[in-house]
């Protein structure tokens, strides 16, 4: 589990790919590595994987990306020099200043604008039409691993507003129209919508 917190961009050293599967290696600073463990969960970009080898005195951690998550996510997009969010898995008794996150990637959302100001930054993006009806204004999301409140929704768009402390730690700031974002839905939400889908059908409602 995660909290959609980032606590740092890694860089992109190597990407190898294979058929239907793919092996990242990413740069770390070693203070975020520390005290781990072979097989330890990791979000990159929001994306649960698998830390398979790493070194805390070279600052490096490598991941396999199994065809299933290519499909789901923006990582088989990744190339050497990019960089990611990364945020270690929950530990009992750290602060969850986002929201609970599992980093289960449902798909994709692409920007379609940008405005930016000295201290404000407003991104709009298109969700995938199957994930559409669990988006609410001021509901949470997750958008890279980022944990975000949804501005206003409109036809499959929604608003996001960043402070430049966001926009600084994360990779948001340097993301640009048609973009791609890996997006993990508030699972309460689909939780309530899924429920209510299935009264309204044993009634005849739907």
């Known amino acids: 589990m995660f909290t959609g917190i980032v606590q740092t961009k890694a ?25 781990l463990q072979r097989g330890a969960s990791i979000a990159i970009n929001g994306t649960c994987l698998t830390a398979t080898e790493f070194d805390i005195g070279q600052g490096w951690v490598a991941f396999d990306v199994i065809a299933e998550t290519l ?3 923006n990582l088989g997009l990744l190339q050497t020099g ?19 996150v599992s980093g289960h990637i449902q798909g994709v959302a692409e920007i379609i604008e ?20 669990y988006i ?30 966001t926009l600084s730690v994360t990779t948001l700031g340097e993301r640009k129209v048609g973009d791609l974002l890996n997006i993990e839905m508030d699972q309460q939400s689909i939780s309530i919508v899924q429920t209510v889908e299935r009264v309204l059908a044993a009634r005849g409602l739907s």
């Open 11 to 35: 860089k992109v050293i190597q990407v190898v790919e294979k058929e239907q599967f793919l092996s990242i290696k990413l740069q770390v600073e070693p203070v975020h590595l520390q005290a």
């Open 136 to 165: 609410f204004s001021k509901g949470f999301i997750a958008v890279d691993g980022i944990s975000l409140t949804v501005g206003e929704v409109n036809d499959g768009v929604f608003g996001l507003y960043l402070i430049p402390e």
């Open 82 to 100: 990019d960089n990611v969010n990364l945020e270690r898995s929950l530990k009992f008794g750290d602060e969850i200043g986002g929201h609970i």
């Open 114 to 133: 940008i405005n930016r100001t000295t201290d404000n930054c407003a991104i709009k993006l298109r969700l995938p039409a199957a994930l559409q009806s």
């Open 71 to 73: 499909k789901l996510t």
